[in-house]
């Protein structure tokens, strides 16, 4: 019996994926806020059946695509 190549390899959640909880906790973040930045198109995330993920490189991505806090200068 031969396998499609993709049923060979480990499931996301193994492969260097988070839960949107395990994102919310890493990066103390709402879920909502998740949600928001999956619909804009600044988060990508993956399906494992019902279960939504988000890569760790797509974590990576989005958080190197946050703007850089630059605090006022004394005056």
């Not at 998740?34 to 797509?58: D, F, M, P, Q």
């Amino acid at each position: 019996m031969h396998l499609h190549p993709q049923l060979t390899r480990p499931p996301l959640i193994d492969d260097g994926a988070v839960s949107i909880d395990q994102f919310c906790s890493n990066n103390a973040v709402s879920r909502a806020t998740v949600y928001r930045e999956i619909a804009s198109g600044r988060l990508e995330a993956r399906k494992v059946g019902r279960k939504t993920v988000i890569l760790k490189a797509a974590e990576r991505a989005w958080l190197n695509a946050l703007p850089v806090f630059e605090p006022e200068a004394a005056a």
